[in-house]
């Protein structure tokens, strides 16, 4: 697992690499997309952890032997900037750890 510090300056550099070429919305809503991590990890479990603190669960099979199956949770309306991300950002990786899986990307869009 990446260790959350480094992972706490890569989503802040990557945050201020978009919002230099594009104007970013005030308001919109993210989806974190985590992969399994070990065998023992249990989508059902982390989706009912995830949606009982508020969040939308869908998960995406993997389409074919190079792809990977994908536990996508997006967050409600939130503000959009480096700091609310991460801390939903934290919250989730620490969940999702829990259950198996690991972090693998993160997008957002307005509303």
Known sequence: MMDMKDQKA???????EIAKMDAVPEQGVVAFQFVMDDAGANWDELSDAAEGLGYT????????DEDEAVAEITTPVIALNAESLWTHEEQLTLLASIHGFAPDGWAFSGK
């Open 57 to 64: 669960v869908e998960f995406y099979e993997a389409q074919d």
């Open 10 to 16: 890569e989503t802040f550099q990557i945050f201020a």
